[in-house]
């Protein structure tokens, strides 16, 4: 049996604001380049950082040299099929922020992160390295950091949930349970944005939550995927091509 952490995503707090950050860092966001299969609207825009861009990454904490060392690796793994630069400072100030001192594994989509308060993570590793789960967690996370969106809420996913188990399964569960609001926005909910669009439903990619049998109707479960699936590495090259 996996253990099924907390990969969440955390919601922006304030739409316009979060749309506001996006078209500054990246005018691409409003939509403008997809041409008219996508509608341009504040619930319907990305949170791509400027392509070709550096982007400065700090540790909030002082993990261990070797526990730091992990998480840029595992990290570093991205920048092949992105055409973004990763800068991992000394300090606490970068475009994204990580915190490895808390009990929660979560990022902020994007662009997000330049709305959150300098003396805020934007992204959250509280998954230690000896887990069985931390490369995975790394690359789920860092995955948001760069603008991807869950797999599981593809908009063709058809997942053949067990709602009201899956309901009960992450709101009873001892490590971070969810609201009921939270399961909505984390796994039910489809999204829809340039990912939709562009490609097809992946049950590979390191974006999609591990499925439990016991949590869908029928015969149906995906386990832990470990890495970047084809279709991962095919929309980053998409989304920041060289
Ligand atoms: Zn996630």
Known sequence: MHSILDLQLAPALDDRVSFEAAINENAANAGA???NRRKRSLVNYSKL????RTLKIAFMDNPEVEHKQ???????????YVNLNFDFVEGKEGDIRIATETPYNSSVLGTDALIIVPYQATLNLGVKPGHEDFVTIVLHEFGHALGAMHEH?????????????????????EMNPLTKEQVDQNIFTPFDSFEALYLDYDRKSIMHYPVL??????NWHISTNRKISKKDKQLMRLLYPK
Not at 213 to 218: A, D, E, Q, R, V
């Open 49 to 52: 950082w400027a392509n070709g």
């Open 33 to 35: 380049s997809t041409g």
């Open 70 to 80: 992990k998480i840029i690796d595992i990290a570093s793994q991205w920048m092949q």
């Open 213 to 218: 049998n016991s949590l869908t109707l029928g």
């Open 153 to 173: 809420q593809h908009p063709k996913a058809n997942i053949p949930w067990d709602k009201p188990k899956v309901y009960q399964h992450y709101q009873t569960r």
